[in-house]
């Protein structure tokens, strides 16, 4: 093993590894599901107008990719200064590739904030206010796409129709009411959370399944982080407001920009289709994208992009559209997270070997 890696615990090299090899089974997975797109939708021909390609465009299209990721570093910058620390908006950015790479190869982007919290617990961080600083960071973006999705199929429930069984409107409000209560409890009512769960493992306990010293353990250890997690949310909103309304601010620009694609693309493609229904569809796909199992939510997000999307555009132009849009909003990002991975990970090891 390289000398330098030796100061890097053995689990994150071998789950980097691992997510090395995510990343070819992501990659293949997207190129399946694009090709299926385009043989379906586009019958095997893709064309690529010259307006999509004009100086005009691409320009915008550049600008609104450096706002999107400067901003989602930015949304986590501000919830680290409302907790109370400090790291260097350079090592931020460096956070927020790594972050897309790993959380779009890993199955419900679950790997993300795992790598997040290791990096910042290097510069110092506390372990469990660095994972109070990631949850934080998701939550708020969560929140906002969890209110806004039952909204906006209630609203218009016609244009779901093709995509949505008339009962899964139903189970998209309860889930979304379900996770705004949940985030309720753990901020205002933690008693009753913990109450649960002392009941749970009780009934482990009383069926045999749980030890007594286990219970015990299982429930002092939750009940700690259960504690932890909570007073880091309460320290976000009270030590430092002004940083935590700009979090909340950066996450709305965040989402906006991230939406922001499918408008200058279909616009560039001809079509002078509703921002309101562009912005609608974005909101229902991306809320879809968190409950997928598949790595960066491959299939799932393409094809319910293309579904969704097809009642803007032509189906020519459908699989162009899709892919233009996984390369703005993912590929690009997950691209560079492999390249400062390496190098974070690898190149300081040869280094000091050196």
């Known amino acids: 093993m390289i000398k330098g890696l030796q100061q890097i615990p053995l689990y994150i090299l071998r789950k980097t590894t691992g997510y090395f090899g995510l990343?070819?089974?992501?990659?293949?997975l997207s190129f399946v599901t694009l090709y299926s797109i385009h043989h379906y939708f586009s019958a095997g021909r893709l064309?690529?107008?010259?307006?999509?390609?004009?100086?005009?465009v691409l320009s915008i299209l550049a600008i609104i990719l450096i706002l999107y990721f400067l901003a989602d570093g930015l949304r986590l910058y501000c919830v680290i200064r409302a907790m109370g620390f400090r790291i260097a908006f350079v090592y931020i950015m460096k956070l927020v590739f790594i972050n897309i790479f790993i959380s779009n190869v890993t199955p419900l982007a679950t790997g993300g904030g795992v790598i997040q919290v290791y990096f910042m617990k290097q510069q110092g961080i506390p372990l469990g206010e660095a994972t109070a600083a990631t949850s934080i960071r998701t939550i708020l973006a969560a929140l906002i796409l969890f209110t806004l999705t039952p909204l906006i199929i209630w609203i218009g429930p016609n244009q779901f129709r093709m995509f949505f069984h008339p009962s899964i409107l139903y189970a998209v409000t309860g889930?979304?009411?379900?996770?705004?209560?949940?985030?309720?409890?753990?901020?205002?009512?933690?008693r009753i959370l913990?109450?649960?769960?002392?009941?749970?493992?009780?009934?482990?306990?009383?069926?045999?399944?749980?030890?007594?010293?286990?219970?015990r353990k299982w429930f002092l250890k939750i009940s700690l982080e259960l504690d932890l997690f909570s007073n880091g949310f309460k320290r976000y909103f009270r030590n430092s407001p002004q940083w935590a309304i700009l979090s909340v601010l950066f996450t709305v620009l965040f989402l906006l920009f991230?939406?922001?694609?499918?408008?200058?693309?279909?616009?560039?493609l001809?079509?002078?289709?509703?921002?309101?229904?562009?912005?609608?569809?974005?909101v229902v796909v991306t809320f879809f994208m968190y409950?997928?199992?598949t790595p960066g939510a491959t299939g799932v997000a393409e094809?319910?992009?293309?579904?969704?999307?097809?009642?803007?555009v032509q189906k020519q132009d459908i699989a162009l559209l899709t892919l233009s849009w996984r390369v703005l909003t993912i590929y690009i990002g997950v691209v560079i997270g492999i390249v400062l991975m390496y190098r974070e990970l690898f190149q300081r090891g040869k280094a000091i070997q050196q």
């Open 23 to 28: 990343a070819i089974l992501f990659f293949a």
């Open 47 to 56: 064309q690529i107008p010259s307006s999509l390609l004009s100086p005009g």
């Open 175 to 190: 889930v979304s009411c379900m996770y705004l209560a949940f985030f309720w409890i753990i901020l205002c009512r933690i």
């Open 194 to 215: 913990k109450r649960w769960m002392y009941r749970s493992l009780y009934l482990l306990n009383s069926i045999k399944m749980l030890s007594q010293p286990r219970f």
């Open 258 to 268: 991230l939406f922001s694609f499918s408008i200058v693309l279909i616009r560039a």
């Open 270 to 282: 001809g079509y002078q289709s509703s921002i309101v229904t562009v912005l609608g569809f974005q």
């Open 291 to 293: 409950f997928a199992p």
């Open 303 to 312: 094809g319910g992009y293309g579904l969704l999307f097809a009642q803007l």
